[in-house]
């Protein structure tokens, strides 16, 4: 290892340091140097050509420069000298690093749900691509809210009347005079202060059972086999469908090996861990032979700009900076006539507002249509649809094929 001595932008302190080293590391049995020209700043790759071009080497020992395209995948090697002709090298898949290794080398741990490479089977996935079954996903979904579910304005998170200020404890007091007085109940004001406070007892003590799903007994062994209802009864749309798109995601890489030469795995859940604990978790993740990672963060709700941005940072610096992030979300147009749908496009298109539409994938049937019609205010308005799901992903791996 050689330690620079000043700065790395500056290709004379870059040269000087790998100068000093150079010829002792490369001896008098070389065969090959390698020079990898990615890293540093944006001037360091200078100072290595050089070194390299100032020392005298062996007269069998060949000098090559590396550099790895970010898009494509693929990386040029130029013989003796970088203004010469390169030759374009593909990555061989079964030399390069697996996601745990990505991890590795930044000192991290990984674990993870499903994983799948070239080769390998894949199961069939019904929500997306039946639909019959994925409308019946989302009747039963927006019955009611499932077990656990928590409400933000709940009062279980008010601090104690005693250490309400008094203004509080003024309003709430006429609040309950007023609704006593509807009732035409009598009560002594001077103990309307120990009524306030028992009230506000019984409320935060009071723990209510959450509203369940009702589901017809064909409805709960359909939902149930295919893994939307767990053993409680309770629907868990978020990890399902984040399975969901992972099967859609190697389905689609199946049917499409032109991708094969680019794409080295896919894998669902996986946990980040340091020192065995959980730092971040990503949903589905594609892994590039050039050890880039393209993630699919799956969102069924609201996405805030800042939690977006928090775990891309988290993602570049737990990986690599090149790694991105694309949110997906349902969106199935054909549908436009369920009572859930509205809501279904509003969260759609906040997400694009919040993150860029860029950044946002639909999860779709297999051909949407064109455009559908949606209710805004007190007029209708005609939306295109957005790419099928397959499209989109096409749309990005294709910028990284090699031309």
């Not at 000043?6 to 000087?16: E, K, R, S």
């Not at 944006?42 to 007269?59: D, N, S, Y």
């Not at 009071?206 to 509203?211: E, V």
């Amino acid at each position: 290892t050689a330690l620079i001595e000043g700065d790395m932008d500056d290709p004379g302190a870059v040269g000087d340091s790998l100068n000093n080293v150079l010829p002792e590391m490369v001896g008098n049995a070389c065969d090959r140097v390698c020079i990898v020209l990615n890293g540093g700043k944006k001037l360091t790759p200078i100072g290595l050509i050089f070194a390299v071009q100032q020392i005298e080497l062996p007269e069998h020992c060949e000098i090559q420069f590396l550099y790895g395209d970010h898009q494509p995948v693929q990386m040029k090697s130029y013989p003796e000298n970088i203004m010469e002709a390169y030759e374009l090298i593909q990555y061989r898949s079964d030399k390069m690093l697996k996601v745990d290794e990505v991890f590795q080398v930044n000192g991290l741990d990984t674990s993870y749900s499903q994983h799948w490479v070239w080769g390998q089977g894949s199961q069939k996935e019904r929500y997306g691509v039946d639909a019959d079954f994925t409308r019946l996903v989302h009747d039963c979904y927006a019955r009611g809210f499932d077990e656990g579910v928590s409400d933000p304005s709940s009062t279980t998170d008010w601090p104690a009347y005693t250490k309400w200020t008094a203004h509080s404890q003024a309003t709430w007091k006429q609040e309950i005079a007023k609704k006593l007085d509807r009732l035409k109940l009598c009560y002594s004001k001077a103990k309307l202060n120990e009524l306030a406070e028992s009230l506000t007892t019984v409320v935060r003590r009071f723990n209510p059972n959450i509203k369940q799903r009702e589901f017809t007994p064909s409805e709960h062994d359909e939902l149930t086999k295919e893994g939307w209802v767990n053993k409680k009864g309770s629907m868990q749309l978020g990890f399902r469908f984040e399975k969901s798109v992972w099967h859609r995601t190697v389905n689609f890489l199946k049917l499409h090996t032109e991708y094969k030469s680019i794409v080295k795995e896919c894998v669902l859940g996986i946990q980040v861990k340091r020192d065995g604990v959980v730092e971040s978790e990503l949903d589905v993740v594609l892994v590039l032979t050039n050890g880039i990672l393209i993630h699919l963060e799956c969102k069924t709700w609201a996405f805030k700009k800042k939690d977006a941005d928090a775990r891309i940072q988290v993602l570049q610096k737990s990986s690599s900076r090149l790694a991105t992030m694309y949110a997906v979300a349902p969106l199935f147009p054909s549908m436009v006539d369920a009572d859930w749908f509205q809501g279904m496009h509003q969260r759609f298109t906040s997400l694009k507002e919040t993150i860029g539409a860029g950044k946002v994938i639909a999860f779709t049937m297999p051909n949407p249509p064109d455009q559908y019609l949606i209710k805004v205010k007190r007029h209708t308005e005609n939306i295109e649809s957005p790419p099928a799901f397959e499209t989109a992903l096409s749309n990005i791996l294709n910028r990284y094929l090699p031309r």
